[in-house]
């Protein structure tokens, strides 16, 4: 069992959980994930890890409340325990000998995008961070950008944060200005991350993404989170999550995102009729 020993509500759909995991911290990089089981008879889902310290055996985690299993999950609290929590998988985002990167997060990507960029900023890369939200109120982890970026860009999809637009709307910007980046690294919304690298690829920048497809084992056995990367198979668990953004086939991962939706939204539904029967009882 894994307990929790913070909760914090990051927003009205986002929380962070610091959880007592030891020998998941001693080993955990920037770019893995943990695949978690609420109860005995619950999935398994994948969260990237958002956050560690071997030193006090703890990982960070970020998640949204999308489906059943979150919804589960954030009905926890402090003090109560998580039952399996498998990690760190996946291969660690390369993080060394690069000068000058610019890490774009999209919505709840950011809690991706937070660990690679603190990891480039402790390997001495200067970091610029360019952030988006559809409005102010869903804005998370600007603080934590701040300290380990030398400048943020935050923009909103109804201009409530200041400024609107998209993060290609500034990552463009910021290119005819003439910064030149040695790599950028997307992490948020498949077609976000699409439109990133339509763009980078047009001024042969190096592009690295985070895929996040659907993911059963993490262990490269069930097959269900493959992609096409440069015409071959990859799995995300084993081969990534991080990618070449230019070779992924994001139109053939955008279709297999949806093959379970309509299950996912029954499980959602039964999960909120279950949590209503638990409340009236």
Known sequence: MYRILRKQRLNPTVTRMVIDAPKVARKAQAGQFVILRVKEDGERIPLTIADYDAMAGTVTIIYQIVGATTMLLDRLEQGDAILDFVGPLGRPSEVKHLHKVCVIGGGVGCAIAYPTAKALHENGAEVTLISGFRNKDLVILQEEFQAVSKTCHLVSDDGST?????????????????????????????????????????YSIKTIVSMNPIMIDGTGMCGCCRLSVGGEMKFA??????????AVDFDEAISRSSTYREHERKAREEACNLFHKEVAS
């Open 237 to 246: 668990c084993v081969d990534g999550p991080d990618f070449d953004g230019h």
């Open 162 to 202: 200041g400024k609107k637009g998209l993060v290609t709307d500034v990552l463009k910007e910021l290119i005819e200005q003439g910064e030149s980046f040695d790599e950028v690294i997307a992490i948020g919304p498949l077609v976000m991350m699409k439109f990133v690298c339509l763009l980078t690829k047009q």
